[in-house]
């Protein structure tokens, strides 16, 4: 004869709660870096996809912004400002350079002032009207009071310097 298992009696609280699954997102009440990683990727996804034809990434376009700024720029002020390592920095540039996006200037024999070149020109210019577009459509509706605060925010986040408190009452 096989005896029944006896079962604790589940709490009716717990009975409501679903158990976590791994694809879930968030929600406006999940963790905040978490959502600032899903935000990233979603943002980073779709400039991939508006630049695939241009053939170039999310972050060699970051470098030709930098490079079509400021001309003259050196990889390590690039990786600076980038904020990524100057390994990844140097291998983005090699692959702008075989592409023929940007060119080295003359300078010193360890560090070579980099510049767009004219195609280079031509993709940036092309690159950022479809980056501008599309995040002109994540504020889309958005107040512009809203829209600063978030902008002053997400730039504290990126310095290392935003204040919980860093939104004012005023800018919701």
Do not use: H, Y
Request: aromatic fraction near 0%; charge should be positive.
């Amino acid at each position: 004869m096989i005896k029944p298992v006896l079962q604790a009696p589940v709490p009716p609280e717990a009975e409501k709660r679903k158990p976590a699954r791994l694809l879930e997102l968030p929600g406006e009440n999940g963790d905040l870096a978490g959502l600032l990683r899903q935000a990233a990727a979603a943002q980073r996804l779709a400039e991939e996809r508006l630049l695939a034809d241009l053939g170039i990434t999310p972050p060699q376009m970051a470098v030709l912004q930098l490079l079509g700024a400021q001309p003259g720029l050196l990889a390590a002020d690039i990786a600076r400002r980038a904020k990524l390592t100057p390994q990844t920095i140097s291998l983005i540039v090699a692959n702008l350079r075989r592409a023929g996006l940007v060119r080295e200037e003359e300078g010193t024999l360890r560090a070579r002032p980099l510049a767009l070149t004219e195609q280079g020109e031509t993709v940036l210019r092309r690159g950022r009207e479809r980056v501008e577009a599309a995040s002109a459509r994540l504020v889309e509706g958005m107040r512009p009071k809203r829209e600063r605060a978030l902008r002053r925010w997400l730039a504290g986040v990126a310095a290392g310097i935003a204040q919980p408190g860093a939104l004012d009452g005023d800018d919701l």
